[in-house]
């Protein structure tokens, strides 16, 4: 499993104007999060690509920043079963942010990109399409990671029966490929859409063939 160094989340909070003991503090208090046993495919992994995605983005530093940061607690909660983790990670970055005197702006801002990862809708503000993105940007993979990606997020929903799985599983790429653009940002487009698009469709009729996927 990739593991995302302290360092880097220092030098962020550093840039951030964020700095003292507490920040270590909330560094192992994510890592801890991320590393819970019943996840497979939201680890530090998933946060680690996303970060790399990131890196190749140019623009404005402090609200690449920002969004780095939403990065950072977008699933820092996820319980498989549950339809409140992006609330509940919004809440907590919203705790983090309090202790390091942001704004309201700021806190609104990292807020927003963390709840629009949970119906990847982005209403056309580009901020919230970098943030979709990057969190879409497995489905982009090479296919060998994208069906390790498939393989991970079956083992996180082990509690659902096989057959509803699959079905549900499908219905949910399926909607993404029905999208004119997965990928609302023009800049990700170009770099993601057409391989997102071939690694969707593989899985779907994958698991309408009624192939078990583990």
């Excluded at 939403?70 to 319980?79: E, K």
């Excluded at 919203?94 to 963390?114: K, Q």
């Excluded at 991970?152 to 999208?179: C, M, T």
Aim: charged content about 35%.
């Amino acid at each position: 499993m990739n593991h995302v160094s302290k360092s880097r989340w220092l030098e962020l909070m550093e840039f951030l104007g964020c700095t003292g003991p507490r920040m270590e503090f909330w560094y192992d208090r994510l890592e801890r999060m991320w590393s819970e046993k019943h996840r497979s495919y939201h680890t530090f992994q998933h946060l680690d690509e996303c970060l790399e995605e990131l890196d190749e983005i140019e623009g404005d530093e402090e609200k690449l920043a920002l969004i780095e940061v939403a990065l950072w607690f977008h699933d820092a909660i996820h319980r498989p079963l549950a339809d409140d983790n992006e609330e509940q990670s919004a809440a907590l970055a919203r705790e983090f942010l309090a202790e390091c005197d942001a704004t309201p702006s700021v806190v609104e801002f990292v807020s927003d990109m963390i709840l629009a990862t949970k119906k990847h809708e982005c209403g056309g503000d580009p901020d919230v399409e970098i943030m979709v993105g990057l969190d879409l940007s497995i489905f982009a993979r090479d296919a060998k990671r994208f069906d390790l990606y498939e393989k991970q997020i079956r083992e996180e929903y082990s509690a659902v029966p096989e057959e509803e799985y699959r079905n549900k599983r499908a219905a949910i790429l399926q909607g993404f490929l029905n999208r004119k653009a997965i990928y609302a940002s023009a800049m990700l487009r170009d770099v993601y859409e057409e391989q997102a698009r071939l690694n969707l469709a593989w899985s779907i009729k994958r698991l309408e063939s009624g192939e078990k996927i583990s």
